[in-house]
C-alpha cells in the first residue's frame, strides 16, 4: 500500500473507529510512519478524548507535532507524561528526539547549544534505563556532535554489542533498525567496511521505506562531518557548535569526498519529471506524433526510465507521450503521480478524447493506478482551446508537476531526472512542451530529449529560439485589455486571541500590531500588490513567491517575538499564517480605485489556515512546488501530510514553510 492509500483508509476510517484503543494506535503509528503528520495528530487527539490514559497515543502525538515543527507543544505532551512516570525509557528517547530537532532547527547558536545538551542529557537517562540500541545509539550521535569523540565510540561499541546479540537471538528475521544501528556504530568507530555491510543488509530490510533509509543515511552523513578534520587539524567535533551544524549541513544532501561507499549501499530510486507532445489529432497538417511512432517512443521512454532506476514519476495524463510515460512506470512498479490543469472531465475533453476510445481507457487505467492525482485549477474557467487561460492553466501545472518533483527529490535526497518527447520546435501554443523544456534548461536541468519523429534521443538543452513560459508573477497573454490573468502568491494571517482585545485596547492595537506590520511592509523591496486588513485578519498578494514566503516568516516572527503586554495588548496575541499561489486575474478595481485580485485561487488561503497552530506558516501544496520549480533557495518545505480543510480543497496536502536549514543541492 502506498502512502497516499494509507493516508486515505485512516482518513475513510476515521469515523468509524473501534471503541477498541488499540485500533486508534495502530492507525495512528501508521500515519507518523508514513509521514501523514496532520492525520497522526488528528486521530491521536481523537483518540485521546476517548482513551485518556493511553501512553502510546499521547507519545505517538508527541512525535508527530515534534516532526511538524511544533516543538513547545511537543514538550508540553512529554513533560506532562514525564511528571506521571520519569523512568519511562519511550518517553525520554522522545523528549531527546524533541531537543536534537530543535538543535537541527534553530538559527541561533546559544539555543542550538542549550537543546545538543538537553538531547543528550535525555537520551543518556533513556538509556541508562534498560541500556537500549535505540536511546543508546541517538546518545552516541549527540556525544559526538558535542565534541565527545571517545564517549561517542565508548557508547557505540556498546550498543554494537547489544545489537550483534538480539540479532544473534532473533528466531526470525531480524529488525532492519538492528543492521542499521550497526552500520551506523561502525561509522562512529571509523570502520567504513563493516559499517557498508550492515547499511546494505538495512537497505534490503528496508527495500521501499526511502524515508527511514534517508534518514538513516542523512545521520550517517552528520556523523561524518562530526568527526572529520577541523580548520586547525584537530578531530573530534567541532567546539563551536554554529560551525558544527553548518560543517554537518554539508554533508547532507551530497556525497562528499570519501563518502562514496554510503550511497552506494543503498541504491536509492530517482525521480524523474516528464513533459511530452499529445499523439497526432486527425487531420493535423504537420506530423509531430504519428500514431505509429509508439513503439519506438515507448521503447525510448521505457530504456531511459530503467537506466535512471525511476522510483518516482511526475507528469500529466494526456493522450501520447504523458499516458505512455506513466505507462511505463506503472510496468516497472514505480509511482506514478499525476497533475492535471483542470478537473478531470475538462482534461479528458481537451487532451485524451481527440486520441479516441482506445486512449480514454488508457487514461483511466493511468488516473485508477496513480498514487497522486492533483486538479491544479479546480474550477474550469477556460471554455475553448482559444481562451487565453487554458494556455495560462497549463502553464500553472506543467509548474507544478516540475515543483512536485523537486520537492520529492528533496525530501528524500535522491537524484532529479527529465525526459522530454520534443520535436525540438516551437510549441502550437503557451504551456506546451518547448516553454517546458525551457524552464528546466533555465533551472539547470537537462532534459534527455526524444524526437518523436525521429530516429533517436538526443540529451541536451532545446533551442535558443523557443521562448520560456511566463515567470511566476509575469502575465499570460490578456484576456481583456484591463484584466489580466497573473500567477499570485496569497498570504492570509489571522490574529490569534484578537477577541481577547478589549475595546479600549482598540487603539494601542492598531498603533502597535498592524502599526508593526506596517512597519514590515515598508522595509520591503518589493511591497505586496494588493494589502488587506480588517479585523483579525490581514490578506496580502505578492508577484514574486520568495517576497510572499520571507515576509510570511519575518511576519511570524515579528508577532512570536514581541512582548504585546509591554505594549498595552493581551500578551498571548499570536499569529497564523497560511500561503497559496495561483492564476488570477488581477485588475484595477473600480470600487476600490486600487489594485485586486478575483478567481477561485484567492480564497484557497482560508480554507486551510483554521488548521494551522499558532506560530507556524503553512503553505499549499501548490506553493510549496512553485517554489521548487522556481528555485526559490533561501527557504525550505516540510511535508505535513493531508488533512480536509473545505468541501471545494479537501484533503489537501499541507507543508510547513521555514527558512532553510542546509545548503540546497
Same mark, same amino acid.
Given at each position: 500500500?502506498?502512502?497516499?492509500?494509507?493516508?486515505?483508509?485512516?482518513?475513510?476510517?476515521?469515523?468509524?473507529?473501534?471503541?477498541?484503543?488499540?485500533?486508534? %494506535?495502530?492507525?495512528?503509528?501508521?500515519?507518523?510512519?508514513?509521514?501523514?503528520?496532520?492525520?497522526?495528530?488528528?486521530?491521536?487527539?481523537?483518540?485521546?478524548?476517548?482513551?485518556?490514559?493511553?501512553?502510546?497515543?499521547?507519545?505517538?502525538?508527541?512525535?508527530?507535532? +515534534?516532526? @511538524?515543527?511544533?516543538?513547545?507543544?511537543?514538550?508540553?505532551?512529554?513533560?506532562?507524561?514525564?511528571?506521571?512516570?520519569?523512568?519511562? %525509557?519511550?518517553?525520554?528517547?522522545?523528549?531527546?528526539?524533541?531537543?536534537?530537532?530543535?538543535?537541527?532547527?534553530?538559527?541561533?547558536?546559544?539555543?542550538? !547549544?542549550?537543546?545538543?545538551?538537553?538531547?543528550?542529557?535525555?537520551?543518556?537517562?533513556?538509556?541508562?534505563?534498560?541500556?537500549?540500541?535505540?536511546?543508546?545509539?541517538?546518545?552516541?550521535?549527540?556525544?559526538?556532535?558535542?565534541?565527545?569523540?571517545? %564517549?561517542?565510540?565508548?557508547?557505540?561499541?556498546?550498543?554494537?554489542? @547489544?545489537?550483534?546479540?538480539?540479532?544473534?537471538?532473533?528466531?526470525?528475521?531480524?529488525?532492519?533498525?538492528?543492521?542499521?544501528?550497526?552500520?551506523?556504530?561502525?561509522?562512529?568507530?571509523?570502520?567504513?567496511?563493516?559499517?557498508?555491510?550492515?547499511?546494505?543488509?538495512?537497505?534490503?530490510?528496508?527495500?521501499?521505506?526511502?524515508?527511514?533509509?534517508?534518514?538513516?543515511?542523512?545521520?550517517?552523513?552528520?556523523?561524518?562531518?562530526?568527526?572529520?578534520?577541523?580548520?586547525?587539524?584537530?578531530?573530534?567535533?567541532?567546539?563551536?557548535?554554529?560551525?558544527?551544524?553548518?560543517?554537518?549541513?554539508?554533508?547532507?544532501?551530497?556525497?562528499?569526498?570519501?563518502?562514496?561507499?554510503?550511497?552506494?549501499?543503498?541504491?536509492?530510486?530517482?525521480?524523474?519529471?516528464?513533459?511530452?507532445?499529445?499523439?497526432?489529432?486527425?487531420?493535423?497538417?504537420?506530423?509531430?506524433?504519428?500514431?505509429?511512432?509508439?513503439?519506438?517512443?515507448?521503447?525510448?521512454?521505457? =530504456?531511459?526510465?530503467?537506466?535512471?532506476?525511476?522510483?518516482?514519476?511526475?507528469?500529466?495524463?494526456?493522450?501520447?507521450?504523458?499516458?505512455?510515460?506513466?505507462?511505463?512506470?506503472?510496468?516497472?512498479?514505480?509511482?506514478?503521480?499525476?497533475?492535471?490543469?483542470?478537473?478531470?472531465?475538462?482534461?479528458?475533453?481537451?487532451?485524451?478524447?481527440?486520441?479516441?476510445?482506445?486512449?480514454?481507457?488508457?487514461?483511466?487505467?493511468?488516473?485508477?493506478?496513480?498514487?497522486?492525482?492533483?486538479? +491544479?485549477?479546480?474550477?474550469?474557467?477556460? @471554455?475553448? !482551446?482559444?481562451?487565453?487561460?487554458?494556455?495560462?492553466?497549463?502553464?500553472?501545472?506543467?509548474?507544478?508537476?516540475?515543483?512536485?518533483?523537486?520537492? &520529492?527529490?528533496?525530501?528524500?535526497?535522491?537524484?532529479?531526472?527529465?525526459?522530454?518527447?520534443?520535436?525540438?520546435?516551437?510549441?502550437?501554443?503557451?504551456?506546451?512542451?518547448?516553454?517546458?523544456?525551457?524552464?528546466?534548461?533555465?533551472? &539547470?536541468?537537462? +532534459?534527455?530529449?526524444?524526437?518523436?519523429?525521429?530516429?533517436?534521443?538526443?540529451?541536451?538543452?532545446?533551442?535558443?529560439?523557443?521562448?520560456?513560459?511566463?515567470?511566476?508573477?509575469?502575465?499570460?497573454?490578456?484576456?481583456?485589455?484591463?484584466?489580466?490573468?497573473?500567477?499570485?502568491?496569497?498570504?492570509?494571517?489571522?490574529?490569534?486571541?484578537?477577541?481577547?482585545? +478589549?475595546?479600549?485596547?482598540?487603539?494601542?492595537?492598531?498603533?502597535?500590531?498592524?502599526?508593526?506590520?506596517?512597519?514590515?511592509?515598508?522595509?520591503?523591496?518589493?511591497?505586496?500588490?494588493?494589502?488587506?486588513?480588517?479585523?483579525?485578519?490581514?490578506?496580502?498578494?505578492?508577484?514574486?513567491?520568495?517576497?510572499?514566503?520571507?515576509?510570511?516568516?519575518?511576519?511570524?516572527?515579528?508577532?512570536?517575538?514581541?512582548?504585546?503586554?509591554?505594549?498595552?495588548?493581551? =500578551?498571548?496575541?499570536?499569529?497564523?499564517?497560511?500561503?497559496?499561489?495561483?492564476?488570477?486575474?488581477?485588475?484595477?478595481?473600480?470600487?476600490?480605485?486600487?489594485?485586486?485580485?478575483?478567481?477561485?485561487?484567492?480564497?484557497?488561503?482560508?480554507?486551510?489556515?483554521?488548521?494551522?497552530?499558532?506560530?507556524?506558516?503553512?503553505?499549499?501544496? %501548490?506553493?510549496?512546488?512553485?517554489?521548487?520549480?522556481?528555485?526559490?533557495?533561501?527557504?525550505?518545505?516540510?511535508?505535513?501530510?493531508?488533512?480536509?480543510?473545505?468541501?471545494?480543497?479537501?484533503?489537501?496536502?499541507?507543508?510547513?514553510?521555514?527558512?532553510?536549514?542546509?545548503?540546497? =543541492?
Amino acid at each position: 500500500m502506498n502512502l497516499e492509500d494509507a493516508n486515505d483508509e485512516i482518513l475513510r476510517d476515521r469515523p468509524a473507529l473501534s471503541h477498541d484503543v488499540l485500533e486508534y %494506535e495502530k492507525l495512528v503509528r501508521a500515519a507518523v510512519s508514513s509521514g501523514q503528520l496532520l492525520t497522526a495528530i488528528e486521530v491521536a487527539r481523537d483518540g485521546l478524548k476517548r482513551f485518556t490514559d493511553s501512553l502510546m497515543l499521547r507519545q505517538q502525538l508527541a512525535l508527530a507535532l +515534534a516532526q @511538524t515543527g511544533a516543538l513547545d507543544a511537543a514538550r508540553e505532551v512529554l513533560g506532562e507524561l514525564l511528571k506521571e512516570s520519569a523512568g519511562d %525509557e519511550e518517553t525520554l528517547s522522545l523528549l531527546g528526539r524533541v531537543y536534537k530537532e530543535l538543535w537541527r532547527r534553530t538559527s541561533d547558536a546559544a539555543v542550538a !547549544a542549550d537543546a545538543l545538551q538537553q538531547a543528550c542529557k535525555y537520551y543518556g537517562d533513556a538509556y541508562a534505563k534498560k541500556e537500549g540500541y535505540y536511546p543508546g545509539i541517538n546518545l552516541a550521535f549527540t556525544l559526538a556532535a558535542l565534541g565527545k569523540r571517545v %564517549e561517542a565510540e565508548d557508547c557505540a561499541r556498546k550498543v554494537a554489542k @547489544t545489537c550483534r546479540a538480539l540479532i544473534a537471538q532473533a528466531e526470525g528475521p531480524p529488525d532492519g533498525w538492528l543492521f542499521g544501528t550497526l552500520g551506523e556504530a561502525m561509522t562512529h568507530l571509523g570502520n567504513t567496511r563493516e559499517a557498508g555491510d550492515y547499511y546494505r543488509q538495512a537497505a534490503a530490510a528496508f527495500k521501499g521505506r526511502w524515508r527511514d533509509l534517508a534518514s538513516m543515511r542523512r545521520q550517517a552523513r552528520e556523523i561524518l562531518a562530526f568527526n572529520a578534520e577541523q580548520p586547525d587539524g584537530s578531530r573530534g567535533g567541532w567546539t563551536d557548535l554554529a560551525a558544527l551544524r553548518r560543517r554537518a549541513r554539508l554533508f547532507f544532501g551530497r556525497a562528499e569526498p570519501g563518502q562514496e561507499w554510503l550511497d552506494r549501499c543503498f541504491e536509492f530510486p530517482s525521480v524523474v519529471v516528464f513533459a511530452g507532445h499529445m499523439v497526432d489529432a486527425p487531420g493535423r497538417p504537420v506530423p509531430r506524433f504519428p500514431a505509429e511512432r509508439e513503439p519506438m517512443i515507448r521503447e525510448e521512454i521505457g =530504456k531511459q526510465l530503467r537506466a535512471v532506476n525511476a522510483g518516482y514519476g511526475y507528469s500529466s495524463a494526456a493522450c501520447g507521450g504523458d499516458i505512455i510515460f506513466c505507462e511505463c512506470l506503472l510496468e516497472m512498479g514505480a509511482k506514478v503521480n499525476l497533475v492535471l490543469p483542470c478537473p478531470v472531465d475538462a482534461f479528458k475533453r481537451q487532451s485524451v478524447s481527440f486520441g479516441g476510445p482506445e486512449w480514454e481507457r488508457r487514461f483511466h487505467n493511468v488516473l485508477g493506478n496513480a498514487t497522486t492525482l492533483l486538479i +491544479a485549477n479546480p474550477a474550469e474557467y477556460a @471554455t475553448s !482551446a482559444a481562451d487565453p487561460s487554458l494556455a495560462m492553466g497549463f502553464v500553472y501545472a506543467n509548474r507544478i508537476v516540475t515543483g512536485l518533483a523537486v520537492l &520529492q527529490t528533496e525530501a528524500l535526497d535522491l537524484e532529479l531526472h527529465a525526459i522530454a518527447l520534443w520535436d525540438g520546435r516551437v510549441g502550437d501554443g503557451g504551456g506546451g512542451t518547448g516553454s517546458v523544456v525551457a524552464e528546466w534548461s533555465q533551472r &539547470q536541468l537537462t +532534459a534527455h530529449v526524444i524526437a518523436p519523429n525521429g530516429p533517436a534521443p538526443v540529451a541536451a538543452a532545446p533551442a535558443a529560439s523557443v521562448a520560456p513560459a511566463a515567470p511566476a508573477g509575469g502575465s499570460a497573454p490578456p484576456v481583456a485589455p484591463a484584466m489580466q490573468q497573473e500567477i499570485k502568491a496569497m498570504l492570509s494571517a489571522e490574529v490569534i486571541n484578537y477577541r481577547k482585545i +478589549a475595546e479600549r485596547q482598540m487603539p494601542a492595537f492598531v498603533r502597535e500590531f498592524k502599526g508593526a506590520i506596517a512597519r514590515l511592509i515598508a522595509g520591503m523591496a518589493h511591497a505586496p500588490a494588493v494589502a488587506e486588513s480588517w479585523g483579525k485578519t490581514n490578506y496580502f498578494v505578492f508577484d514574486g513567491l520568495q517576497d510572499a514566503a520571507l515576509f510570511a516568516l519575518d511576519l511570524r516572527d515579528l508577532v512570536v517575538q514581541t512582548r504585546w503586554g509591554e505594549h498595552g495588548l493581551p =500578551k498571548d496575541l499570536g499569529v497564523r499564517i497560511v500561503l497559496h499561489a495561483g492564476p488570477v486575474f488581477a485588475f484595477a478595481d473600480p470600487v476600490l480605485q486600487r489594485t485586486s485580485c478575483i478567481g477561485s485561487h484567492v480564497t484557497r488561503a482560508a480554507y486551510i489556515e483554521p488548521i494551522t497552530p499558532a506560530g507556524q506558516v503553512y503553505v499549499s501544496q %501548490e506553493f510549496a512546488a512553485l517554489c521548487g520549480a522556481e528555485q526559490v533557495e533561501l527557504v525550505g518545505f516540510e511535508f505535513l501530510g493531508r488533512l480536509p480543510t473545505a468541501k471545494l480543497f479537501d484533503d489537501a496536502p499541507l507543508y510547513r514553510l521555514d527558512r532553510r536549514s542546509r545548503r540546497k =543541492k
